[in-house]
């Protein structure tokens, strides 16, 4: 693990992250916070891209918790089959739609505590809903912000609450709002899980990590063989041994 960050570069990283994006915004399809809701418990081990094909025509007809409850499990989950865990997820959706109708008005609370409630909402999707729908500081730590955050040491946890706890100590309230964005499409586009691109990377200089990969590493050249070494010395010995026994013959005939 990299030793951690101190706050100046801190400040530094998140203003060069500022400075590429200065208005990051989710890249998944959402109309209102209900529709956000449903689109970030959707995610979960799936791509935003994959969400968005299903939701386009999903939030035509059900964009509201009374339309979505309406509709039912089973259309839902025709609706949804492309995206991984549709099963599960199209249950929580319509559980998640009936409480807020019965719990809450039918209304999304701008709360992380009720949100957690919500069938198939847990911290990291409340955090979302909270920073993106409501304009809360939160940061929600998914797979590239744990990533980034313990690669570059600027957060180093052992799991998503450490780091989310790390990330709110460390970022400078100017930066908190957008904080989450800016690290995702870090990690998305340039930190890759893979190979990160560290030759292209605006923070390689505040980067921590000691395996960084750049465009013109090449693979190690394998050591020369040790046996290929020794045989030298005993084709020389073989070649003065066969002299030694010429001059010989010559001086006895
Ligand atoms: S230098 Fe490499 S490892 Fe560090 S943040 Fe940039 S891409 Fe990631």
Same mark, same amino acid.
């Given at each position: 693990?990299p $030793?951690k /960050?101190? $706050? ?6 998140y203003? $060069? @992250?500022? %400075? ?5 915004k989710?890249? =998944?399809?959402?109309k209102d916070p209900f ?6 418990a ?6 935003d ?7 386009? %025509?999903l939030?035509a007809?059900? %964009?509201?918790?009374?339309? /979505?409850?309406?509709? *039912? #499990? ?13 099963r ?8 998640l739609?009936?409480?807020?109708? +019965? %719990?809450f *008005?039918? &209304?999304?609370?701008? +709360?992380?505590?009720?949100? &957690?409630? @919500?069938?198939?909402?847990?911290r ?7 920073n993106?729908?409501?304009?809360e500081?939160t940061?929600?730590?998914d797979?590239h912000?744990f990533r980034v955050?313990?690669?570059t040491?600027l957060?180093?946890g052992?799991n998503p609450?450490?780091? #989310? @706890?790390? =990330? #709110?100590?460390?970022?400078?309230p &100017?930066? /908190?709002?957008h ?5 995702? @499409?870090?990690?998305r586009y340039v930190c890759?899980?893979r ?10 200089? =505040?980067?921590g990590?000691k395996?960084?990969v750049? +465009?013109?590493d ?6 020369k063989?040790? $046996?290929? /070494?020794a ?5 020389r010995?073989?070649?003065s ?9 010559k001086?006895?005939s």
């Open positions: 693990m $030793r /960050m101190t $706050r100046a570069k801190a400040h530094t990283l203003a $060069r @992250l500022a %400075d590429k994006a200065p208005a990051p989710t890249e =998944l399809y959402y529709t956000l809701v449903v689109a970030v959707l995610s979960a081990q799936a791509t891209e994959g969400v968005n094909k299903a939701t386009k %025509d939030f007809i059900a %964009d509201s918790p009374q339309k /979505m409850a309406a509709l *039912g #499990e089973k259309k839902l989950g025709d609706m949804i089959k492309t995206i991984g865990l549709w599960n997820k199209a249950k929580n959706v319509i559980a739609s009936q409480m807020l109708i +019965d %719990d *008005g039918g &209304e999304v609370p701008q +709360d992380r505590e009720a949100l &957690e409630k @919500l069938p198939g909402v847990g990291k999707t409340a955090n979302v809903v909270m993106v729908a409501f304009g500081p940061i929600a730590v797979t912000i955050s313990n690669r040491g957060a180093p052992k609450l450490e780091v #989310e @706890l790390g =990330l #709110e100590k460390i970022t400078p &100017e930066f /908190m709002q904080a989450h964005h800016w690290l995702i @499409l870090h990690g890759k899980a190979r990160p691109e560290c030759s292209a990377c605006g923070i390689v200089d =505040l980067c990590f395996e960084k750049f +465009d013109d090449k693979p190690k050249k394998p050591a063989p040790k $046996r290929k /070494m045989s030298t010395p005993k084709l010995a073989g070649k041994f066969a002299k030694r026994n010429a001059a010989k013959r001086k006895a």
